[in-house]
């Protein structure tokens, strides 16, 4: 099991950047995937980004635009996600979520509480 713990949101004006932490805690982290997700209020859940157990990028969602970077640092336990030229539309609550690599399901089965991202224009 896996203890998920986001960091990093705050306010940001609009082209400003931003790095987010997801803090892992368990021994098994390094068999996890980890992936990024955002909701705004009123809106659905929206990929982000994820990213394998070994560090291999798997995917963004198509409105990133190479405007962020999802990476991970095992011995930290930690996944970040870099946040460039931010807009006002990127503005929502971001969680990080794990999986075991070796799941048969692309369900997601632990989530962070979520860390506030806000974008002034």
């Known amino acids: 099991q896996v203890q998920l713990v986001e960091s990093g949101g705050g306010l940001v004006q609009a082209g400003g950047s931003l790095r987010l932490s997801c803090a892992a805690s368990?021994?098994?982290?390094?068999?996890?995937?980890v992936g990024w997700f955002r909701q705004a209020p009123g809106k659905e859940r929206e990929f982000v980004a994820d990213?394998?157990?070994?560090?291999?990028?798997?995917g963004y969602g198509g409105f990133v635009k190479e405007r962020f970077a999802i990476s991970r640092d095992n011995a930290k336990k930690t996944v970040y996600l870099q946040m460039n030229s931010l807009k006002p539309q990127d503005a929502a609550v971001y969680y990080c979520?794990?999986?075991?690599?070796?799941?048969?399901?692309?369900?997601?089965?632990?989530w962070g509480q979520g860390t506030q991202v806000t974008v002034s224009s």
């Open positions: 979520a794990a999986r075991r690599s070796d799941s048969a399901s692309n369900e997601y089965d632990y």
């Open positions: 368990g021994r098994t982290f390094t068999t996890y995937d």
């Open positions: 990213i394998s157990s070994n560090g291999a990028i798997k």
